[in-house]
């Protein structure tokens, strides 16, 4: 990229950053209260999400081969109790994480 392709790529992503953080205060004002719609997309989309990404994490896991997904399970099982126990998003993330790497590595 030459310099000027770099100042303008650096210039778009700064915009881009810029309305995608004041466009919400700008549609939203603090005055009015949240449309409906907004406020059920608020309440929906976070599960929605992480459903998602639970199916994409497994989408290649087979039951029938390699270590017939223990490692997969033990750590969502390990996931599902850090949460119930300490309700901190972090922790049962990296707690799961860390067990699924450390069974991957050294156990299975």
Request: with cysteine.
């Amino acid at each position: 990229m030459t310099l000027t392709q770099q100042i303008i790529t650096i210039g778009m992503v700064v915009l881009g950053t810029a309305v995608t953080r004041f466009l919400p205060f700008l549609v939203f004002p603090a005055g009015r209260p949240t449309p409906k719609y907004i406020q059920y997309l608020g309440k929906v989309l976070p599960s929605a999400v992480f459903g998602l990404l639970i199916i994409y994490c497994l989408r290649n896991v087979s039951a029938f081969s390699g270590s017939h997904a223990i490692p997969e399970l033990i750590s969502i099982l390990l996931v599902i109790i850090l949460h119930v126990w300490k309700r901190q998003m972090l922790l049962s993330i990296a707690g799961g994480t860390v067990c699924y790497m450390l069974l991957v590595q050294f156990v299975f």
